[in-house]
């Protein structure tokens, strides 16, 4: 239901989103890094410090947020043991038919066109820097956390892209 | 992470799924009324019992188990006041901003061809038979789940669309 | 395959979609109207001419004219009978499992969130206005046109709802 | 519109698409070879010859038939220089920032799930096998053939994973 009375808490659901990435030692120049690595060829007068920028601009997206915010508790809900069975053995698993966590990331991609789809499709199978480290963290959560790291790659990338071209 | 080694747990998901649509006195034969309504000009040959059987055929795809899942679980916390804020106060107010309920729709609907999406586009903005009630039950977090069962309609009906013709 | 050399010439795509709505009869005006009887509940501030500032706003986009040039020259080539078969007859008789048509103007929607997805679903089953008017016309094939028209619609009603909630 | 009365042309769309794949050197074989590069890992009992029927079946899909029909039509029409400007200079210059060939690539890949959206990217990107020699081949317009040979990669893999999980 679109109820045109709510305000949307722009300014909380920002602050949520960076404080949970910070507490996973998360930081958005890790983030803008991976998008250097993979755009500095289409893009060469991007500094890792410009990705950073647009790495901060598209956490202020609210569709971006949304997801961000759905995937940071489902991962600390699944920590805390608070999914109910089977969900919460197959986020545990990280199970690769599970697939929810890559239909958020896409759904963010998506808002950055085909250029955002096919980088998140990349980074999820590659799994670069800060991602693939996630993805291998024992006895923690990182289920959605890591695709949600992977769509914010993709955004930028995506965003870049059309900016420069 | 794709785990080979884990193996699906098929009909617990769907154990699960069906339980909790019921204990919501959702049916699937009330979902099958939907569909029947929506495309009878188009497959008259189907009845409702037919779309029935095919509601209960989707209910077994996985990729639509594993959002159906994760619905379910996001309207029973919000409902216990376990998600983190703001996106408690998000969910609970069914939003129209929000847009994540719509996504994990679509990513279903899709897996069904465009008459899936466009069927569940429809469905979402015109909310006919359990889903309109669905979305107006006060005291009830219903966010994810009218969504869903838009979903699974839109999902039957590309089914069937593809099927006849 | 991502050229960097490659100059998009924005401006020669904006003209040559909006010159063949043009000879269509299609005005952004008439498209803003559409959007006008769907969205004036949420934003009762927003006038016909607010909505087409924003239709010519969002045909701005590189995306969405990237698919509204294939769109429009699909139509075209089938009316000039210069696809093969049997792609030829299925775009003619506008069939409805073909899908294409509607692949394209979900992509479009994408852009603009799940609001924009929802809103294209429904205006694909309802066909109010202008878009009813092409998908009746005989003798002429507006196959991608119509959806491309909805697709539109849905970008603006999804980029207006961001803007205002 | 849906046309019930449409009886759609199965073995034709399907004679069509193999057939121009042939004239390409484009054998089920080498499609099936990527994805046994891409999935062996995860299922170790799959041959190629497993896969090339796996490629076959998908290849009788509608909603692929119909993409596949599309964007072959599109890349013979480039080449024939019968796409009108500014589409025309876009398509056979394969601009990064076009995307509509992958949009018709994630429509087909999302039929087949959220792996078959992630393997599509990461083929869109790494270029695999006959992917890459397509993008390369001078004189010739491959804009939306190498994407769709990625998105049959994508679905193929995202079929036998849910397979066999």
Redesign the interface.
Known sequence: ????S????DT??FN?VITELLHRNIFPKDIAAIVYDLQH???PEFTVDDFEKEVLDVLHK??LL??A??A???D??AQQN??????L??VK????????????A??IA??????G??????V???KPGIIGEL?TTPDTVNTFIDDLIGAIVAAVAGKV??KT?
Chains 1, 2, 3, 4 share one sequence.
């Open positions: 239901m679109q109820e045109s709510f305000k949307y808490p909380d659901a949520y060829e289409y893009v609210r569709e949304n997801s915010m759905v940071i508790n489902l600390n809900l608070l999914l109910s069975e089977p969900l053995r197959i698993a990280d199970a690769g038919v599970f697939g929810v966590d890559e239909t958020l896409t759904g998506q808002l950055y066109g085909s250029i789809v096919t980088n998140y499709g990349y999820d199978k590659t993805d892209a059309h071209a």
